[in-house]
Every structure is written in structure tokens, then in C-alpha cells.
């Protein structure tokens, strides 16, 4: 508080020296300017408290403004004059900050200008993405809230996803659910937490008392602890929940600076604020501590995806001819963003990119930003190809399901077998789950649905083959070869094709498509085959190449 009351002090003697008169009767004189600092002083120092404005002198232009003009109509003479030429300063002032979004568009683009790539790496099918979605853990975590000690007093927080332990998992505080709550509990009692890639797991509730919240009031509100220590700082986005390796929770924030003016906004850091004692730390994004996911927020990561996909060629260009212009999606869970996690175990926000031209649901790229260090890549995708977006891929959702009312919700797209497709979580009126959608992103008519993402995975692999592509694999499949005598085969008519499954004498699975190996549907028990796979670690194989002894 003492260098609010500073600031303050010293913005409100050098108001009043602006607006009152000096050649005035002395006595007079002093005793306006001692009022009228005093009145400016309280009135700022409640606007400091209040909004939690930063401390920075550009954050008063439009005071400066008002004082240069007041204090030119109420003075006479030379008087006058100087402080009609202040005036006309502090106007250029006005104009420069308020013009910014105008010049400083090729700025804002330079900011966040992304590496180009043309695809994403093949998903690795072992896995399981962290594709439960938020609406669904929050309902349970809503059922399960009965965990709550003083259950009235509280109400659930925002979710956050994050990696502990090698496990994705859902947090979400406890907050405060009004001022008088707060004045009767003083602490929230602790987090959810759940399975981000397990949708049968129940919420826990972890007991951790927090003092500093968002829902706190005063001078334990969070926001306002992160301001006091922290005057000057720019912040963007809302305070958000990770917790360490031990289950501690902290908050944090990303704070950065403007890109001009006060207008625009690049990332640098974090604050970070232990909740239970108000310590509070700042770190440079090259520093921040290993366990936390999210330092970029995920407003911040949007912001800088409509710099990108708007300002290519200028802000008026934006409006008007719109060349190159390519609209970040809204169908995101966090500030129209997706966080997800790659197979490097970093967390990325993902944004798909669709066409400025109304009625048009072609996707023009998708990009991944690092949530650790704001590096974020735009890949174009297949440039032979063209791509349906988010919005398409909810539409084929809802007309699949329109007499159950389903939809979808955080389409996400992968590269599944060499494929891009969308996966994406479908969900009753009730916000329950109730199956993985998996459409292919260039050609719509190849979708399933299954009970669980690798169930749908399986069913899309057969899917492609029917729809005339092959599967090529996962980032991690290390091609391999064998020989051997079959012991059982199946053949199965898949659309225009033969699929063939086959168990060799070395206890091992394989699935071979007659598009791939047409020979193989000649395949019979007890011959002896030569086969190209890829060791993906599923129960099934997939077959490259397959040579039978006696026929090939």
C-alpha cells in the first residue's frame, strides 16, 4: 500500500499544480491546491485498490488530458498560454495511444510470427490423449462436491489441465462463492482433481488451505496481492492453479509488456503466488519452475493467434481486402484455445485457422503453442488436400446424432496412421459423455465412433483402409521384419477391399489390407510368409508388406 499512497500523493500535487490557477492571490492559491490534491489523491488511490491498475505513468494519459485542459481554461495570460501548449501535448498523447491498434499491426505480427511446418508428427496409438472434456470433469467434479467441508460457502473454480506424475489430470479449486462467505471462511479448503485421459475416474478432493484466492475480497483477493507486489507489471489473462510434484497448489500469471503505446501484449514471465501464505515470485519463462504447464495463458496464446492470422499484411488490410487473412477458431475450451499435451510431454494450445469468407468451413492451418515457452509452430497441412475445420467437424457431429441431440466438444486435430483427423469428445444435452468421434479432416466420409479414444482408434484404422489410404504408423513405430508359418487366418470384405488378419507361429498379431498386399487374400493356414510391420504395440500389427513363399 505505500506505494500506492506515493504514486498517488505525487500524481495528485502535480494535478493540482496543473489545474489551479498560480497567479491567483497566494493564499488562495495554496489552499486550492491542498484540496484539490487531497480530493485527487483519495480518488486515485481508490482506483489503484479497486482495479488493480498497474502503476505506470502511461496508465494516466487521460488524467493528464483532463488536467492540462482544466488547468488552461481556468488560468489567464502566459499562464495560460504554456499550459495550452502542455495541453496540446498530452493531445498527442491521446492520439498516439488511441491510434495504435492502427500502425502498430506489423508490430503485433512480428510478435507473434510462427514457424512454418507442413504436418504434425504421426500420433503414437499406444497412447491415450488427454481428451476428456472439461465440461464432462466438471459436471463430476460438481456431483462430487459433497467432499467439501462447509459445502455452502464454496463454489467450484476454473479448470486447469496439467501433467503430474507423468499423468494428465484436471485441477480445479474451491472458491468462494460470495464476500460474506469469504468474511465466514476465510480459506478455501483445497482442489479437484481428476484423469484427463480416463473418463471413468471419480474427482478427488485434495485438502490444502488457500487465504490468497480470485474469490478472495480485499487484501487477500489474488489479483490484487499480485499488483502489490508487483506494481509495474503488465498482466494478461486470469490467474490459474498448478500444483507441484507434491500436490502443492500455486497460482499463477502471465505478465509481459505492451507491443506499443499501451495496446498489444508479448509474454514474459510468470508471477507465481504461494495461496496459503501470499509469498509471491516472479520468473523469466526461460526460468519458470519444471512443474508448471501452463505459463502462457491461454488468453495471451489467443491474442497473439489473431495477431498472426490477421495483421499479415496490416491492420487495414484486416478489414478490408482481407489477403492472407486466416480467422483463429472460437471452438477451444480456454479462451478459444486447446490445451493439449504432445508426446514429449509438453503441454501446446491448439487453434485451427478457417477462412475470413462466410459459409466456407475449409481449414486454412492449425497451429501448437508451447504453454511453456510461447513457441508456437502453423502448419498448413497437405497443401493437395483441403482440410475441413473445427466447426465442420461439430456439424457432422450434430447432424450424426440429431435425434439424440448430441454434440461435440474440443475437436482436436491429429495425425492418426498418416491421416489428419479430428477427434473430438461427443456429449449429451447433460454435459455427460457419451463417446470419441474420430472424422478425417480431408475426407469427411471416413468417421467412427467408439467408447473410449483407442477403441475409436482401432475402428478408424479399418475405416481408412476402406476409404482407399494406408496406414502408415506412429511417430514411434519402428519398422520391423519376419518370418513365419501362419497358424490362424481371417479374411474379412471391407468395402472394395480384403482385410486379412493372420497369427504366425511366433504368437504374434497382424492386419494387412488387400489394397496394400493384394496377394494376401490367397493367404492360407500353414504358409510360410515373409512380412514388413510396424511394431506399433498394438494387439493387431500393421502390415507394410507380406510375401508368401510359393505364390510371390
Do not use: C
Not at 122 to 135: I, L, N, R, Y
Not at 418 to 427: I, N, R, Y
Not at 455 to 464: C, H, R, S, V
Amino acid at each position: 500500500m505505500a506505494f500506492v499512497f506515493m504514486i498517488s500523493a505525487v500524481v495528485a500535487v502535480l494535478t493540482a499544480l496543473l489545474v489551479v490557477p498560480l497567479t491567483a492571490k497566494r493564499k488562495d492559491t495554496v489552499s486550492s491546491i491542498i484540496s484539490l490534491a487531497i480530493l485527487v489523491f483519495i480518488v486515485l488511490a481508490i482506483i489503484y485498490y479497486v482495479t488493480n491498475l498497474d502503476r505506470n505513468w502511461t496508465a494516466l494519459w487521460p488524467l493528464i488530458v483532463f488536467a492540462t485542459f482544466a488547468g488552461t481554461f481556468f488560468s489567464k495570460g502566459k499562464e495560460q498560454k504554456t499550459k495550452g501548449l502542455l495541453f496540446l501535448g498530452s493531445l498527442g498523447v491521446a492520439i498516439f495511444m488511441l491510434s495504435a491498434p492502427v500502425w502498430n499491426a506489423g508490430e503485433k505480427y512480428e510478435v507473434a510470427k510462427m514457424d512454418e511446418k507442413v504436418e504434425i508428427e504421426p500420433f503414437d496409438e499406444t497412447k491415450t490423449p488427454a481428451s476428456v472434456p472439461p465440461q464432462f470433469a466438471r459436471n463430476k467434479m460438481k456431483k462430487a462436491f459433497g467432499q467439501v467441508p462447509n459445502t455452502s460457502y464454496y463454489e467450484l473454480g476454473n479448470l486447469q489441465i496439467q501433467k503430474v506424475k507423468d499423468a494428465y489430470v484436471y485441477i480445479a479449486p474451491v472458491e468462494f462463492s460470495g464476500f460474506f462467505k469469504w468474511w465466514n471462511g476465510d480459506v478455501t479448503p483445497g482442489y479437484f482433481t481428476m484423469s484427463a485421459t480416463d473418463s471413468s475416474d471419480n474427482p478427488k478432493f485434495v485438502k490444502a488451505d488457500m487465504s490468497y484466492t480470485p474469490s478472495s475480497f480485499l487484501h487477500k483477493n489474488l489479483e490484487r496481492q499480485m499488483r502489490m507486489e508487483h506494481p509495474t507489471k503488465i498482466f494478461y489473462g486470469d490467474p490459474q492453479l498448478e500444483i507441484d510434484e507434491d500436490g502443492k497448489p500455486y497460482y499463477i500469471r502471465s505478465y509481459g509488456q505492451f507491443v506499443s503505446a499501451r495496446d498489444g501484449f508479448d509474454v514474459e514471465g510468470i508471477v507465481v503466488v504461494d495461496p496459503a501464505t501470499g509469498q509471491t515470485d516472479s520468473f523469466k519463462l526461460a526460468d519458470v519452475p519444471a512443474f508448471i504447464d501452463g505459463a502462457v495463458s491461454p488468453e495471451t496464446v489467443s491474442l497473439q493467434n489473431s495477431y498472426y492470422g490477421n495483421y499479415v499484411h496490416g491492420f487495414i488490410n484486416s478489414i478490408f481486402g482481407k489477403k492472407d487473412v486466416k480467422l483463429p477458431s472460437d471452438e477451444g475450451t480456454e479462451a478459444n484455445v486447446s490445451p493439449i499435451f504432445g508426446e514429449d510431454g509438453n503441454m501446446y494450445y491448439f487453434t485451427d485457422f478457417t477462412s475470413p469468407k462466410e459459409g466456407v468451413d475449409s481449414m486454412l492451418g492449425y497451429s501448437l503453442t508451447d504453454g511453456r515457452t510461447g513457441k508456437a509452430t502453423y502448419y498448413t497441412g497437405n497443401l493437395e488436400d483441403s482440410y475441413m475445420d473445427s466447426q465442420g467437424a461439430l456439424q457432422i457431429i450434430e447432424k450424426k446424432f440429431i435425434e439424440k441431440k448430441w454434440s461435440g466438444e474440443m475437436p482436436v486435430l491429429y495425425n492418426f496412421y498418416g491421416e489428419a483427423s479430428w477427434l473430438t469428445p461427443v456429449l449429451d444435452s447433460n454435459g455427460f459423455l457419451q463417446n470419441y468421434f474420430i472424422v478425417s479432416a480431408a475426407n469427411p466420409e471416413i468417421s467412427v465412433y467408439g467408447n473410449t479414444p483407442n477403441e475409436a482408434l482401432k475402428l478408424y484404422k479399418t475405416a481408412i483402409q476402406r476409404g482407399g489410404s494406408s496406414v502408415n504408423g506412429s511417430s514411434s513405430a519402428e519398422e520391423k521384419s519376419v518370418d513365419g508359418t501362419v497358424v490362424r487366418v481371417f479374411k474379412e470384405r471391407v468395402g472394395d477391399f480384403t482385410q486379412v488378419s493372420f497369427l504366425l507361429d511366433n504368437k504374434q498379431n497382424y492386419i494387412v489390407s488387400s489394397e496394400v498386399a493384394p496377394l494376401a487374400v490367397y493367404m492360407q493356414e500353414s504358409d510360410f510368409v515373409q512380412v514388413k510391420f510396424l511394431n506399433t504395440g498394438e494387439l493387431f500389427l500393421p502390415v507394410k508388406e507380406v510375401i508368401i513363399q510359393g505364390i510371390e
